[in-house]
């Protein structure tokens, strides 16, 4: 799995963020400088499912070589991240001020690690006084030693120069962090990105909220989780999503209402020169470019997250929570929730405006497996100790990521074995992969350059078929020797 962060460095900006899909905070200041970027990866332990791994990033700061200057800091203030979501995207956290020149180290810290796992190593755990059995789902708050990382490695000493933006892809490898007793020792490595020339930064991860204030090509976006307003600009490339279906056909722009809730994804741009550089006069600035704006309104109140089980006979199915539209009540992010799932509720499929291909069905209970990513409507929600009870009256297919190893090829498709303890436990060792036009390549040119045994991640809708599972790839990951 991978996970990243993004700084942006230049003249004196940067920009941190992770790559990945889930919410969190994001702080972002017009101040002149040189674009930096970071992300990060990661790879869970043998026999245990990782359904959600949260963890405090309590700073972040580039230490000067020069003797007597002092580490420059690039975020402003803790962000909690959730990582489990971060395996193909990056997410944008903070632009700051680098001067420009060498810095010979890259320090994070970090607080307050959370997991939720599965247990399927045939051992019990016991962490933080909790223990684990075999088969169970459990959330734990394992220990976290050491609470400071310092990457002096490859690319380090690291120069800044005005006017030469990089980006910084900070790689968390979660199998090396999570130790065989399950508490977390942070372990990372770095490496240096060219930024593209056409000035765009890459996608971001999605962060969810309200619309605030609308401007010229311009949109204010309060944080669901964090409160924080995130200003936003859309462009000729700017996608819209979902707002034909409620009513605004033009599906652009002019869709935008004050009271929305929407979901962003963005990158980041060069004001000045639209070419990734920063202007040597230190006059440049990021901007948060948005290239998918998706209306939520029907699920202002949603919970998402990650099927763990499904009891067709009941109406019911259980999921570990990975995020909230809204905080609620009796349900946090984590908890393993037990849904329930009323009559004729509805069932809907976010397909990006995609078309789907023929024979691919998510209409009933039937349709339901584990592994999906699904956001669930609540008409109800009550707080148990075994974790929330949700009713609910609509549910929506959500990207899902997975990571795995590549066990056959038919391009333009190919199998994913190796698969996550989730799927093997419920008795699926293969998901069938199917690329088509849409689908996106990163570290990797096409389904030509994928060969038996590679390790990929692949974002997607996964699709429970009479053929068996399979996932229609949005985003296609090459890991990389070391990831």
């Not at 020792?185 to 890459?202: E, H, K, N, R």
């Not at 948060?288 to 997250?305: H, I, P, S, W, Y």
């Not at 297919?397 to 994913?416: H, K």
Request: charged share 10%; with cysteine; aromatic share 6%.
């Amino acid at each position: 799995m991978r996970k990243g962060w993004h700084y942006l460095a230049g003249l004196s900006l940067c920009i941190l963020a992770f790559t990945g899909c889930g919410s969190h905070s994001s702080n972002t200041a017009t101040q002149s400088g040189i674009p930096v970027s970071v992300t990060m990866k990661d790879t869970p332990p043998s026999g245990v499912a990782i359904l959600s791994f949260e963890i405090e990033v309590t700073g972040a700061s580039l230490q000067p070589s020069a003797t007597g200057q002092s580490a420059v800091s690039l975020i402003p203030r803790p962000d909690d991240i959730e990582l489990e979501n971060l395996q193909t995207n990056s997410i944008l956290l903070n632009t700051a001020s680098v001067p420009a020149g060498t810095y010979q180290s890259l320090m994070m810290t970090f607080s307050n690690p959370r997991l939720t796992v599965q247990n399927d190593s045939g051992q019990p755990y016991t962490v933080g006084g909790q223990t684990c059995a075999p088969g169970q789902t459990c959330q734990l708050q394992p220990p976290l030693n050491p609470a400071s990382v310092t990457i002096s490695t490859s690319p380090f000493p690291l120069t800044i120069t005005n006017g030469m933006p990089i980006e910084l892809e900070t790689d968390f490898n979660l199998n090396a962090s999570v130790q065989s007793d399950l508490s977390i020792s942070p372990t990372l490595a770095v490496s240096t990105v060219p930024i593209p020339q056409q000035g765009q930064m890459g996608d971001h991860q999605e962060v969810s909220g309200q619309v605030t204030a609308i401007g010229s090509n311009q949109f204010t976006l309060t944080d669901i989780e964090t409160g924080q307003p995130l200003v936003v600009t859309v462009n000729s490339s700017t996608e819209f999503e979902d707002f034909a279906q409620a009513g605004c056909t033009t599906d652009n722009f002019m869709c935008l209402q004050v009271n929305q809730f929407v979901s962003v994804v963005f990158g980041e741009t060069d004001d000045n020169n639209m070419g990734g550089m920063m202007d040597d006069n230190g006059g440049g600035s990021a901007t948060l470019v948005a290239t998918q704006v998706a209306l939520e309104d029907n699920f202002k109140e949603g919970v998402d997250g990650t099927i763990t089980s499904v009891n067709a006979t009941s109406g019911q199915f259980q999921m570990v929570i990975e995020g909230e539209q809204s905080p609620m009540q009796g349900a946090a992010v984590g908890n393993v929730a037990t849904v329930t799932i009323n009559p004729g509720a509805a069932f809907a499929v976010d397909s990006c405006n995609l078309t789907l291909p023929s024979g691919f069905s998510f209409a009933s209970i039937n349709d339901l497996m584990p592994g999906q990513n699904v956001m669930v409507h609540p008409v109800n929600v009550t707080s148990g100790t075994s974790g929330p009870a949700i009713t609910t009256d609509s549910i929506r297919l959500d990207t899902v990521q997975i990571s795995g190893t590549v066990t056959a090829i038919n391009i333009p498709n190919f199998t994913l074995g190796n698969l996550s303890p989730l799927f093997v436990n419920a008795g699926i060792t293969q998901i069938q992969v199917q690329t088509f036009g849409p689908t996106g390549f990163e570290d990797v040119n096409d389904m030509s350059s994928i060969v038996v045994n590679d390790v990929v991640s692949v974002a997607g809708l996964l699709f429970n078929t009479p053929s068996g599972p399979v996932l229609l790839a949005e985003r296609v990951r090459l890991h990389l020797m070391g990831d």
